[in-house]
């Protein structure tokens, strides 16, 4: 799936992270990687030092158990 310009300037816009980092992240997570609770805790908490934002522990169970279980809306554009 790509994403437009558009879409990194808005993401840009919103945390301060540019298309560069965003890309990097995004290989971190490919293939089964997504399924690997250590890996996205890993990322979660990464994600959280580069915009400056502390992920408390209970928002990091939710956001893993969303992706573990397959519950990320599909079309993340439209959020952003």
Request: charged residues 35%; proline residues 2%; without cysteine.
């Amino acid at each position: 799936m790509g994403f437009s310009d558009n879409f990194y300037k808005k993401v840009e816009q919103k945390t301060n992270v540019n298309k560069d980092t965003i890309l990097s992240l995004a290989k971190k997570l490919q293939g089964d990687n997504l399924k690997d609770e250590s890996v996205l805790r890993d990322l979660i908490q990464e994600i959280g030092t580069i915009t400056g934002k502390e992920v408390p522990k209970s928002q990091e169970d939710k956001i893993v158990n969303a992706i573990v279980t397959d519950k990320v809306p599909k079309n993340i554009d439209k959020m952003i």
